[in-house]
């Protein structure tokens, strides 16, 4: 568009920023008073046909604990514990499909094999973006030699038992025991805390909304575990559209995390973005898409954050929308995008640009 010489259109500032997908940093950044523009079209939609004009805030809760290792238990063998195959997902848009959390699920194993096996625990690991639904998850644990035939079964069992309970919801399931690494293990009053965090702290929809049907209001991505020598660190993104439930949830997070023993602290905090349906910028985008394609455009808000929220923050009198081309199953290996739909994206664009 920039480049173009044939495409008419009135002044236009191009604001490109960084950082968008691991914490908003570039919008953060951005100083009130440098942009100039009326109206602001943000590219960053994920659906052709739809029009967003509002979106959630978030934040995100660390959490940590200082660890003690010991020597593991006489005569017991280190082994890798999986959890993998599962189709994550954006942790806004795909936060109520159902999808499973390997971290979650590989908790709910520890809880449920650590008792019958004196199994020791040395460290987990799963997740690798905060705004992402965790697909894989795994722990490095110790267990004697003769109890490997008797924890395999043990383990086939609570897979089919998951696997049924997520249904065809996320189908592809995995828990797997292969050979492990580990020299020490956790003091065990440490993986005990652990484990239980991790089935007590919220992950998913905590509240649906009351004005816009189907829209997730407020909720919880458990979305990365890290262990190092010393320390293990827990990631949890928390999305609202309203702020006070944002910061409610983000309270509890922290009281569960002190119940156990932890410390936590919220970081990364950026703001929603209310929809105002009403906005003359919605009328010239609708306009523009009815003479493009003969048809107008879904209104729509999401459970995601973009940012407009930071922007409109900080330039109060600025409208905004926001389209784009249809992708899928972003955040996952699996993403892609409609080449026909980037077309349609692209007319649509150079239409607006043409209206005002």
């Not at 992950?203 to 004005?211: C, F, I, Q």
């Not at 575990?225 to 509890?252: H, W």
């Given at each position: 568009m920039l480049?173009?010489?044939?495409?008419?259109?009135?002044?236009?500032?191009?604001?490109?920023?960084?950082?968008?997908?691991?914490?908003?940093?570039g919008a953060n950044g951005l100083q009130p008073g440098r942009l100039k523009a009326k109206y602001l079209l943000n590219l960053?939609?994920?659906?052709?046909?739809?029009?967003?004009?509002?979106?959630?805030?978030?934040?995100?809760?660390?959490?940590?604990?200082?660890?003690?290792?010991?020597?593991?238990?006489?005569?017991?063998?280190?082994?890798?514990?999986?959890?993998?195959?599962?189709?994550?997902?954006?942790?806004?848009?795909?936060?109520?499909?159902?999808?499973?959390?390997?971290?979650?699920?590989?908790?709910?194993?520890?809880?449920?094999?650590?008792?019958?096996?004196?199994?020791?625990?040395?460290?987990?690991?799963?997740?690798?973006?905060?705004?992402?639904?965790?697909?894989?998850?795994?722990?490095?644990?110790?267990?004697a030699p003769a109890r490997e035939a008797d924890f395999r079964q043990a383990l086939a069992a609570h897979e089919a038992h998951w696997r049924a309970a997520l249904g065809a919801f996320d189908p592809g399931l995995h828990l797997a025991l292969e050979a492990g690494e580990a020299s020490q293990a956790m003091a065990e009053a440490d993986a005990d805390a652990l484990i239980q965090l991790l089935l007590a702290?919220?992950?998913?929809?905590?509240?649906?909304?009351?004005?816009i049907k189907g829209l997730v209001q407020t909720s919880t991505n458990l979305g990365v575990?890290?262990?190092?020598?010393?320390?293990?660190?827990?990631?949890?993104?928390?999305?609202?559209?309203?702020?006070?439930?944002?910061?409610?949830?983000?309270?509890?997070?922290?009281?569960?995390c002190a119940l156990g023993g932890f410390s936590s602290r919220v970081t990364g905090g950026y703001p929603g973005w209310k929809p105002e349906p009403k906005a003359s910028l919605v009328q010239v985008v609708q306009d523009a898409n009815q003479k493009a394609f003969g048809k107008p455009l879904e209104i729509m808000a999401i459970h995601a954050g973009l940012e407009c929220g930071l922007i409109g923050e900080k330039y109060t009198s600025m409208e905004m929308v926001s389209f784009g081309p249809s992708m899928w199953d972003v955040h996952t290996p699996d993403e892609h995008v409609s080449v026909p739909s980037v077309g349609n994206f692209w007319k649509l664009l150079v239409t607006v640009l043409e209206a005002v």
């Open positions: 480049a173009s010489k044939d495409i008419a259109h009135g002044p236009i500032e191009a604001l490109i920023t960084i950082d968008e997908e691991t914490g908003l940093t960053d939609s994920e659906e052709e046909g739809f029009l967003t004009i509002g979106c959630a805030g978030g934040e995100d809760t660390i959490v940590t604990r200082r660890l003690t290792r010991v020597a593991p238990p006489s005569g017991a063998k280190a082994f890798r514990l999986k959890v993998f195959g599962l189709k994550g997902g954006h942790s806004g848009i795909d936060i109520n499909a159902g999808r499973g959390n390997a971290i979650r699920l590989l908790a709910q194993a520890l809880s449920f094999l650590k008792p019958d096996f004196s199994l020791a625990l040395a460290s987990i690991k799963g997740g690798n973006k905060r705004n992402a639904i965790p697909r894989e998850a795994s722990a490095q644990i110790f267990l702290v919220p992950h998913g929809v905590e509240a649906m909304s009351p004005d575990i890290d262990t190092r020598e010393d320390e293990v660190e827990v990631n949890l993104l928390t999305r609202s559209s309203i702020n006070a439930s944002k910061s409610a949830l983000s309270g509890r997070i922290a009281a569960t």
